[in-house]
T-cell receptor, first 113, second 110 residues
């Protein structure tokens, strides 16, 4: 059974803190994604990685960075958390030949105070 | 205007009813159309995947794509309480970049 796991289900952080969100997939997928999900806005792509150490900006990369040192692991970093980054963060992975079929993790609900 | 529009609902139906969900879009280049289901406190999971226009059926689920009208639909027959979830439409031109609707929350009452 395919699996994408995220390091935390819930996180509470303070404004200005550096926040790390970790994602691991066990399907040997080349593609990995970070989205945020907000009511009324759907899922918006933050960053995409198509290989180790490779990344592309998505639609809303401002305030975020990513790291992919190993194929199975993709990290999202909030350098200095702000209250408008309070959201649900979803990680996903896919094979490049079927890039539209993405497998999602359970999500991390982040609250920035 | 959003690239993909989806009525957020909520939609409440009795068990056994047909659930009808739809999305409209503005980008005529979209070729791949997906429906994801998201249960509360879970990540989305792929439910249906369609390429170009036409219908696709999988058990109680039917996905329809009308590219001429830029309109896609998902029908759930004989709905069950276990179908209660948020349904997200998603579309793609031909790559990894998916454009999602906001999601429609459905409750099936026993």
């Amino acid at each position: 059974d395919v699996k994408v796991t995220q390091s935390s289900r819930y996180l509470v952080k303070r404004t200005g803190e550096k926040v790390f969100l970790e994602c691991v997939q066990d399907m040997d997928h080349e593609n990995m994604f970070w989205y945020r999900q907000d009511p009324g806005l759907g899922l918006r792509l933050i960053y995409f990685s198509y290989d180790v150490k490779m990344k592309e900006k998505g639609d809303i990369p401002e305030g975020y960075s990513v790291s992919r040192e190993k194929k199975e692991r993709f990290s999202l970093i909030l350098e200095s958390a702000s209250t408008n980054q309070t959201s649900m963060y979803l990680c996903a992975s896919s094979r490049p030949e079927v890039a539209e079929t993405q497998y999602f993790g359970p999500g991390t609900r982040l609250l920035v105070l | 205007q959003k690239e993909v529009e989806q009525d957020p609902g909520p939609l409440s139906v009795p068990e056994g009813a047909i659930v009808s969900l739809n999305c409209t879009y503005s980008n005529s280049a979209f070729q791949y159309f997906m429906w994801y289901r998201q249960y509360s406190r879970k990540g989305p999971e792929l439910l249906m995947y369609t390429y170009s226009s036409g219908n696709k059926e999988d058990g109680r689920f039917t996905a329809q794509v009308d590219k001429s009208s830029k309109y896609i639909s998902l029908f759930i027959r004989d709905s069950q309480p276990s179908d209660s979830a948020t349904y997200l439409c998603a579309m793609s031109v031909n790559d990894y970049k998916l454009s999602f609707g906001a999601g429609t929350t459905v409750t099936v009452r026993a």
